[in-house]
């Protein structure tokens, strides 16, 4: 790979990376800290992301358990995650909050899917764009005789082979999560 293009690898990673978080966020019927470690809290007046005031457990494929900190902001941490929209049974018992996940229906799978298909084009677009971009950089190159002809069409080659490999990489990374939220 030529070092023009390589430079660029860096921000086709971070696309997938952020990608990869994204779907992590989605609920596939198993319990993981991300679900919930940025929801926002109102705590000392200020609203502060959940993994910053308490720590997150998964002592069960289907449990939450969270553990503030300071145990005088339980109240705000439960409304915060009742407020969150995230379709959790939340209890609180002494300084422990739990979060169930209840079992996902076909149609909630159905609408997880729809979502994460949606990020994955989302994800796409960035990559897309992100070539678009490398390939203006490398026709201001050859109009200002930076580099040759054959360069230009070398270069591009690389560029599109890169984004296939990518938007592959994309692919299967949502296959896999798809396969993951459709298991019962």
């Known amino acids: 790979m030529s070092q023009f293009i390589e430079s660029f690898l860096e921000d086709y990673n971070k696309a997938i990376s952020h990608f990869r978080e994204e779907m992590d966020k989605l609920k596939a019927g198993r319990a993981h800290s991300s679900m919930i470690e940025d929801v926002f809290v109102e705590c000392y007046g200020v609203k502060t992301p959940l993994k910053q005031v308490a720590s997150i457990g998964v002592p069960e494929a289907s449990l939450l358990q969270i553990e503030p ?4 902001i339980i109240k705000e941490i439960e409304k915060a995650l009742s407020e969150a929209n995230l379709d959790l049974s939340i209890s609180v ?9 209840p079992a996902l229906t076909e149609e909630k799978r159905k609408q997880i899917i729809k979502i994460l298909n949606e990020k994955k084009e989302d994800a796409k677009i ?3 764009q992100l070539r678009e971009k490398i390939k203006k950089e490398i026709e201001r190159q050859e109009r200002d005789k930076e ?3 054959d360069e230009k069409f ?3 080659e690389e560029l599109d082979k890169l984004t296939r490999d990518k938007t592959q990489e994309i692919d299967d ?4 999560k798809e396969e993951d939220i459709m298991k019962i």
């Open 147 to 149: 580099i040759s002809q």
């Open 93 to 101: 018992a002494g300084s422990t909050i739990r979060a169930r996940i």
């Open 126 to 128: 960035i990559l897309r």
């Open 154 to 156: 070398s270069f591009i």
């Open 173 to 176: 990374l949502a296959k896999v």
């Open 69 to 72: 900190w300071d145990k005088s």
